[in-house]
């Protein structure tokens, strides 16, 4: 989606992956390296072919981002995968610029999660520091007799002690920013996971406006602190009270801005591609209310009945495999905003 967006506006773009069935691969406009991150000649040919990089997720090696960075400007910069990459650094990170975070305690050994538990109580969830994603890695505890199959799911992988946060919901704000400071932000989204996958994002969400504008304060905070360039998105819990608690950054586009494709003149992904080629951003206005429908597994199979829906877009990503938790496309439903005569 982000070489489809560069190529809307005349830009050229060539892939680093360590995957040959990549869907960008079939999109591209340059050259694809199918090489590892780690394989410092492919990092030099692949620079060379670049005035400007970027990446799309955080678990890429930050010494790969490193090596990059020193031949080519790199937008966003490795601080930004520095602080996300790792869910310990993360929640440090937003503890320390005053942005409220769930009780969390890090731990690698048994002993560790045994003194996190006394101090965080359960619930709580035993999460991988590194690598997890839609729900993986993962395990919860719902009493202390669970700590030992938590800790054995795990395979004694450096992880950090979550708190459970009692919410009404949990919405995301997707902004992007440009080089010179200056940021664009959409409409908060309002998400529903299931297994803990993203189901729908829906925007408007059901929140007050105050709730909706401090929001977008703390995520524009952490983007100004990280020095981040490009697109960015940060979710948030909302308290009862209507209290904010940040449940974690994604320094790229993000699944919960994929409404944004249909429903906004300029979608995050070619905001994101003007703020790294140093264009102007685009509007982020909403022309409509939306829902977008993650496609999961085999729900992507009934895509004709949804090719055929009024009021509706269908994105369908071109992986060649259908799995169980796989997102293979997403449907979103929009509702026009009607403007009074």
Known sequence: MLAMAAARLG????????????????????TVFCESYDDADALKRFAGLCDIIT????????????????????????????MTCDRLTEKRFIEGLGIPVA??????????????????????ILKTRRLGYDGKGQARILKPADAESAFAALAGAPAVLEGFIDFDCEISVVLTRD????????????NAHRGGILATSTVPASIREGTAAEARKAALVIAEALGHIGTLAV???????????????????????????????????????????GW???DTARHSNAVMENLIGAEADGWEGMA????????LYGKAESRPGRKMGHLTRLFPRLKSS
């Open 280 to 282: 102007p951003l685009g």
């Open 103 to 124: 009780p969390f305690a890090p731990v690698e050994t048994r002993a560790e999660l045994d003194a996190a538990l006394a101090t965080i109580g359960t619930p709580a």
């Open 11 to 30: 830009l050229r773009t060539a892939i680093l992956t360590p995957k040959g069935d990549t869907p960008a691969v079939d999109v591209a406009g340059e």
């Open 308 to 315: 055929s829906a009024r009021h509706a877009a269908l994105h």
């Open 235 to 277: 979710e948030f819990f909302v308290t009862p009270a209507g209290g904010l608690i940040v449940n974690e950054i994604a320094p790229r586009v993000h699944n919960s801005g994929h409404w944004t494709l249909d429903a906004c003149t300029v979608s995050q992904f070619e905001n994101h591609i003007r703020a790294v080629a």
């Open 55 to 82: 990446y799309e997720f955080e678990n890429i090696p930050v010494a790969a981002i490193a090596a990059l960075s020193a031949a080519r400007p790199m937008r966003p910069g490795a601080r930004s995968l520095e």
């Open 179 to 190: 080089p010179d400071g200056r940021a664009v932000t959409y409409d908060v989204a309002e």
